[in-house]
């Protein structure tokens, strides 16, 4: 498969750059030149079989000309061989009419797990013998930098640098990178918002000082790999509740669109999805954009979800792109200027014929945990709450089965689980002893100087 960027000006490359890469040199996104499709037959045969031989039907176009079956065939085994859950991303019923998919039974609890433990072994293999030094340049607001670390530290030729805003990602979460003492592993606290980190990100993606001197990758959802690694738990919950004889909704708590444009994929493949529900939280930006084509930032506010806390959704521009059917670099380019932009008719039509959005207060957000707990017994993570919530106040016909994308564990987010249901989650054995490891991170200040200076410090030039 070839892949080429949401801006029109930067060289087509097959998955294995694109992967190395992150993001396109002309500030895009690389999205794949055709959308393969699976037959009704095809989605019909995945029924029954295990997730890594799912993941091998769903992905195999996409890494064509660079890994032959057996390879991602062997790639998914180590990466979903270390869930904890023998059926990887397992359905949980909670009523006549939703479900809940885990996503959360990887190694650092939340659905992040799923794309980096693939990601982290697909650069391990793309690198091997080439003798380069890659240079993971992170943002977080908390689940991506936990699973981004778990999947490379220690791996040869990767030094991975993860910002997280300052105060503002949980304590486990926060452990959870900041105890990884392996070498490779950079771990620094901005003093400013996840907005502010990932702007500094993308400011040294574009800075050809800086992303001329490093092998600069990027492990945010602006990676395809991620993405395409998502698209097949999709197909996998699809399947398992009648696709594709039956049509099904999914909703998905919603930050960076990573997640559910993978669901968009999906749907692009073949897969019959009724509707995709956006679902957010105050920083309500995309259901805005969805809503009245209104796609203006403001600022941050923090909550009890902070995995969703942010203005800027850096993949809704593939979904902008995918619809207006030619690049969107002069909108994209017009938005960066005004931080505000007016989508398309086409742009607002093509995605009201898939897409539903909602926006949670926190009293509906803890309503949801409160129900789910009161009627089957499954405590939420604030996140999954906020998908719940949109997901039942969607009005889709009762016989559309609606899944919930479950993800974070609740352990994540302990303290907000227990203010809403009273319900204090244990943290899980496979985390072990986070609480009394010895945490490791600099404070910086959110400037580009003081990052990049940073970096050059501990990074390993280009050869
Ligand atoms: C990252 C994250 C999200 C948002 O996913 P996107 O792909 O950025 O839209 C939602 N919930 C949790 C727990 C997350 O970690």
Known sequence: MRYHSTRGAAPSLGFRDVTLAGLASDGGLYVPDTWPSLTREQIAGLAGLSYVETAVRVMLPFVEGDLSEDELRDLCSQAYGRFSHAAVTPLVQLDAQHWLLELFHGPTLAFKDVALQL????????????????????????DTGSAAIDAVAGRAGIDIFMLHPKGRVSDVQRRQMTTVLAPNVHNIAIEGSFDDAQALVKAMFNDSGFAGRFQVTAVNSINWARLMAQVVYYFYAAVRLGAPEREVAFAVPTGNFGDVFAGY??????????????????????????????????????????????????????????????????????????RAMRLSNAQREGAAALFASDRIEPDDMNGAMRWAFAESGEVLDPHTAIGLAAARRAGLPPEVPVVTLATAH???????????????????????????RQERYDVLPATFEAVTAYIAERATPKR
């Open 119 to 142: 990601l982290g072994l697909l650069f391990e293999k793309f690198l091997a013998g080439s003798g380069d030094h890659l240079t993971i340049v992170g943002a977080t607001s908390g």
């Open 265 to 338: 994929v999906a749907a692009k493949m073949g897969l019959p999805v009724a509707k995709l529900i956006v679902a957010t939280n105050v920083n309500d930006i995309l259901h805005r954009a969805l809503s009245s084509g209104d796609y203006s930032t403001g600022s941050v506010t923090p909550t009890a979800a902070p995995s969703m806390d942010i203005q800027v959704s850096s993949n809704f521009e593939r979904l902008l792109f995918d619809l207006a059917g030619s690049d969107v670099g002069e909108q994209m380019r017009g938005f960066e200027r005004a």
């Open 410 to 436: 609740p352990a994540k987010f302990r303290d907000a689980v227990e203010r809403a249901t009273g319900q204090r989650p244990s943290v899980p054995a496979r985390l072990g002893d986070l609480f009394e």
